[in-house]
């Protein structure tokens, strides 16, 4: 059975750090990349503002770059999220998701998980 699990969420202060992990099961997570996606309340699901590639290729969108930080550990099957200095408007459902493809597009993405909530505030 194909899964993803995420795990790590939580609520922090400005300025504070969390790290995501996703656990992958069932596939062969070195054949696929892995994005983060966030959803905020009242807003629709945007395209990956990470991807890690199993070559160690990684991409971040603009508002999350020099903060956030993705690795993976293909021997524990899990990929990383670590994020630093965050702000409210970080706050959001974030989703780890798996694509044969390096792909900022959702659509592309065959395996998602249930999502981890984190909330920024003072």
């Known amino acids: 059975q194909v899964q993803l699990v995420e795990s790590g969420g939580g609520s922090v202060r400005p300025g504070g ?7 992958a099961s069932g596939f062969r997570l ?27 290729t990684t991409y971040y969108e603009g508002s999350v770059k020099g903060r956030f930080t993705v ?3 293909d021997a524990k099957s899990t990929v990383y999220l670590q994020m630093n200095s965050l702000k409210p408007e970080d706050t959001a459902v974030y989703y780890c998701a798996a694509s044969p493809y ?20 003072s």
């Open 71 to 73: 690795s993976r550990d």
């Open 102 to 121: 390096y792909t900022v597009s959702p659509k592309d993405y065959d395996y998602w998980g249930q999502g981890t909530q984190v909330t920024v505030s």
């Open 30 to 56: 070195d054949r696929y990349a892995i994005g983060w996606f966030r959803q905020a309340p009242g807003k629709e699901r945007e395209g990956a503002i990470c991807i890690e590639q199993s070559d160690g």
């Open 17 to 23: 750090s969390l790290r995501l992990s996703c656990v």
